[in-house]
C-alpha cells in the first residue's frame, strides 16, 4: 500500500513571501493531520482534519496558516506571509478513523527553510 | 494542556547492549502511548504502542513499559544494532480525537 505522499520536499524563500505545501493521505484514511517540527523538536499539531472537517486547529497560527481539504482526500497547507521562525519540516499524517489510538502514518515531510 | 517530557536527549551504546528511553507525561487522562522511530530525512515511523490497560508490551527486541501511577513510560530496546540508530520520540494521547503530543526526542547512536 502506497504511504502519504507530500510536496515540495524541500522549499526556500524570504520572510514574507507565502508558502503551500500538499499532502496525499494513505487511500482511505478518513483522518488526516499536519504536524510542524522545529529543529531538536517532536512533531506539533498544527490542524486535524476528519474527512474536509477540522477537528481540533488550536494550534494553528491563523493569522498567517491555513489548510484545507476540500473533498476529503488531499489537502494543502499554506503560509502567508512566512517568518523567519517558520523555518521547520511540515509532516502530514493519516489515520483510518479518529479516535480509539488509531495508528498515525506519517509522510517524509517538506522542509522549509525561511531566510 | 498535556506535557511529555523525554530523557536523555541523546544515548550512545555499543552494539549489542541495551538501550532505555524514558519520558513522562502530565495529563492523568492520556491513556494511549506510541513510540515513534524517525530516520534522517524521513517521516516518523510507529515502532511500538502501549495502551493503559496494559503494563508492559513486547516485539523481538523492543518492549515498552507503563506506569501510570507514576505517568512514567519507557522504551526498551535489547541486543541493538546500527540500524537502530535514529532520532526517537514518545508521545501521549487521550481516547477521543487522537491527537498526539510528542516528546522532544532522543537520538540514538549504536557504535559498532
Known amino acids: 500500500e502506497a504511504g502519504v505522499a507530500q510536496s515540495p520536499r524541500y522549499k526556500i524563500i524570504e520572510k514574507r513571501q507565502s508558502v503551500a505545501f500538499w499532502c496525499n493521505p494513505i487511500?482511505?484514511?478518513?483522518?488526516l493531520y499536519w504536524y510542524q517540527q522545529i529543529l531538536g523538536q517532536g512533531p506539533k499539531l498544527l490542524i486535524q482534519?476528519?474527512?474536509?472537517?477540522?477537528?481540533?486547529d488550536s494550534q494553528l497560527p491563523k493569522d498567517r496558516f491555513s489548510a484545507e481539504r476540500l473533498k476529503g482526500v488531499d489537502s494543502t497547507l499554506k503560509i502567508q506571509p512566512a517568518k523567519l521562525e517558520d523555518s521547520a519540516v511540515y509532516l502530514c499524517?493519516?489515520?483510518?478513523?479518529?479516535?480509539?489510538?488509531?495508528?498515525?502514518?506519517f509522510g517524509p515531510g517538506t522542509r522549509l527553510l525561511v531566510l | 494542556g498535556e506535557n511529555v517530557e523525554q530523557h536523555p536527549s541523546t544515548l550512545s551504546v555499543q552494539e549489542g547492549d541495551s538501550a532505555v528511553i524514558k519520558c513522562t507525561y502530565s495529563?492523568?487522562?492520556?491513556?494511549?502511548f506510541p513510540w515513534y522511530k524517525q530516520e534522517l530525512g524521513k517521516g516518523p515511523q510507529l515502532i511500538i504502542d502501549?495502551?493503559?490497560?496494559?503494563g508492559e508490551k513486547k516485539d523481538q527486541r523492543i518492549a515498552v513499559t507503563l506506569n501510570k501511577t507514576a505517568k512514567h513510560f519507557s522504551l526498551h530496546i535489547t541486543e541493538t544494532q546500527p540500524e537502530d540508530s535514529a532520532v526517537y520520540f514518545c508521545?501521549?494521547?487521550?481516547?477521543?480525537?487522537?491527537?498526539?503530543?510528542f516528546g522532544a526526542g532522543t537520538i540514538l547512536r549504536v557504535k559498532s
Open positions: 495529563d492523568s487522562a492520556s491513556n494511549y
Open positions: 502501549i495502551r493503559s490497560n496494559v
Open positions: 499524517a493519516s489515520s483510518l478513523l479518529a479516535g480509539l489510538q488509531e495508528t498515525q502514518y
Open positions: 508521545a501521549s494521547s487521550m481516547e477521543y480525537g487522537n491527537k498526539l503530543v
Open positions: 487511500s482511505g484514511h478518513a483522518t
Open positions: 482534519f476528519q474527512n474536509n472537517g477540522v477537528v481540533d
